[in-house]
Nanobody
């Protein structure tokens, strides 16, 4: 059973950068969907970035393409989300998630069964 712990959130001004980390324990990040999702108050949870671990082409949500970058360190069982050129509309709770082994379709929240506690990102204008 995987446990996920996010870190790296905080408050920044528009145009700034943050790097989120998600450390996984209890299982590896290989051969499964790993994703970053976010949820702002009053809005639905949306996929920010996701990948079937080991794949070459992460999925990015349209609103973050060109600004956010997925990286991962398999040896550390950790995934990262580098967020540049942040905008006020990026303000949300950000969650790391892991799916069951062998299941793809990584852009869908329903594919995930393990979630972290979330880390808050606040971007001021």
């Amino acid at each position: 059973q995987a446990q996920l712990v996010e870190s790296g959130g905080g408050s920044v001004q528009a145009g700034g950068s943050l790097r989120l980390s998600c450390a996984t324990s209890g299982d590896t990040i290989s051969d499964r969907c790993m994703g970053w999702f976010r949820q702002a108050p009053g809005k639905e949870r949306e996929a920010v970035a996701a990948i079937y671990s080991g794949g070459n082409s992460p999925y990015y949500g349209d609103s973050v393409k060109g600004r956010f970058t997925w990286t991962q360190d398999n040896a550390k069982n950790t995934v990262y989300l580098q967020m540049n050129s942040l905008k006020p509309e990026d303000t949300a709770m950000y969650y790391c998630a892991a799916g069951p082994k062998g299941l793809s379709g990584c852009a869908l929240a329903s594919r995930y069964n393990y979630w972290g506690q979330g880390t808050q990102v606040t971007v001021s204008a």
